[in-house]
């Protein structure tokens, strides 16, 4: 190095150049230099990642200075979207007509007072905090929450206010920039009461719609409760057994479940639904049938047990009611504030009763 009249640091450099080598036949697309390198591995990597990228090479400039111009071009695209949506919540909002709470239906009644008792401090004057807080509490699923809440805001008695994230929306059309509602991202609040009619007194209001039962009414909100326990209490058994409810959940379980409760009570399907989930995992465990043949059984399994039992009048113990902190606030609602005896609806209410339970 002495003899050369280099630095250590100028040979380390000279030596390194000597030993890369520019690949020819690859290009950068975009400003045309040749990549460089070192080492036969990297060789091997650069020719692999050109042949699976259609023969297209952009050196680390360039693949840069693309990766910022994608960002802004991204941001323009949040910043329209945001406008997009504050736009559309504002239109959403003027549409909205006076509500007269006393003549609302008895269904749209029942939803309206679950989500503000699940909504509890979180409800203030007309707005109701984001959705996600109150779907634990709420309902069974969350699929049942966001049936709720749909409902509600199609009959036009809430309409969301504010999103916190633009998922609250997907694009159903580009061409004519259509949105879909989601309402897990939003928050919400009440129409405005006609006659200026204090809010304050809406849960009261609510209740006095409620008393007046409307036997058809009840069946159809009793079905939906009990179909959706039933469809929670399935997904708990599915995670205890380590089975996907993905997988064995499936449109004929439902139906057997439904049949299941035209015959019996909630808590005694769900006795059904435990014996009948021990079974197939013991299958599982045997190893004699491969899980889809398994998971197909589910179905049939659960009617041929019920009808079984009901045919040689065997006793079905209806499951433990949980407690009030984890029962969902319109599971509760229905059978305490609606049907009226607790425990005692809860146990012994089905679809061959439900009708008759107030007679």
């Not at 079905?223 to 995670?239: D, H, I, K, N, S």
């Not at 435990?274 to 399994?301: C, D, F, S």
Request: with cysteine; glycine share 6%.
């Amino acid at each position: 190095m002495q003899e050369t009249g280099l630095s250590q640091r100028d040979f380390l450099a000279l030596v390194g150049a000597s030993c890369r080598s520019y690949v020819y036949g690859i290009i950068c697309h975009d400003c045309g230099a040749r990549p460089e390198v070192g080492a036969r591995q990297q060789f091997a990597a650069l020719t692999k990642s050109f042949v699976s990228k259609g023969h297209l090479y952009r050196c680390h400039v360039c693949a840069k200075a693309e990766q910022v111009q994608q960002m802004a071009k991204a941001a323009v695209e949040e910043e329209r979207r945001q406008a997009q949506l504050a736009e559309w919540l504002a239109t959403i909002r003027g549409q909205m007509a006076p509500v007269d709470y006393r003549t609302l239906g008895y269904t749209e009644a029942f939803f309206l007072y679950a989500v503000l008792i699940a909504a509890g401090e979180r409800w203030q004057g007309r707005d109701i905090s984001l959705m996600p807080a109150q779907v634990p509490n709420l309902a069974p699923t969350a699929e049942m929450a966001t049936a709720i809440y749909m409902h509600l805001y199609k009959q036009g008695i809430i309409a969301p206010y504010s999103s916190s994230s633009l998922r609250f929306f997907d694009d159903v059309d580009e061409a004519s920039d259509e949105l879909n509602l989601s309402p897990f991202e939003a928050s919400w609040t009440l129409a405005t009461p006609v006659d200026g009619m204090p809010i304050e007194g809406l849960l009261v209001l609510l209740e006095n719609v409620l008393n007046q039962r409307v036997p058809a009414s009840i069946a159809d909100l009793w079905t939906m409760v009990a179909e959706a326990e039933c469809e929670r209490y399935f997904g708990e058994l599915c995670e205890r057994y380590r089975f996907s409810k993905e997988a064995v959940f499936s449109k004929k379980v439902a139906e057997s479940i439904r049949y299941c409760l035209e015959r019996v009570s909630l808590p005694q399907v769900w006795n059904i639904l435990w014996y009948t989930m021990r079974e197939i995992a013991a299958l599982v465990q045997e190893g004699k049938y491969i899980r889809p043949h398994v998971y197909n059984m589910v179905a049939g399994n659960i009617r041929r047990d019920i009808d079984r039992k009901l045919a040689n009048n065997y006793a079905i113990r209806p499951w433990a009611r949980p407690r009030q902190e984890k029962e969902p606030i319109i599971t509760g609602v229905l059978f305490d504030k609606i049907f009226g005896k607790g425990d005692y609806a809860f146990e012994t209410v089905s679809g061959k009763n439900v009708v008759t339970f107030f007679e």
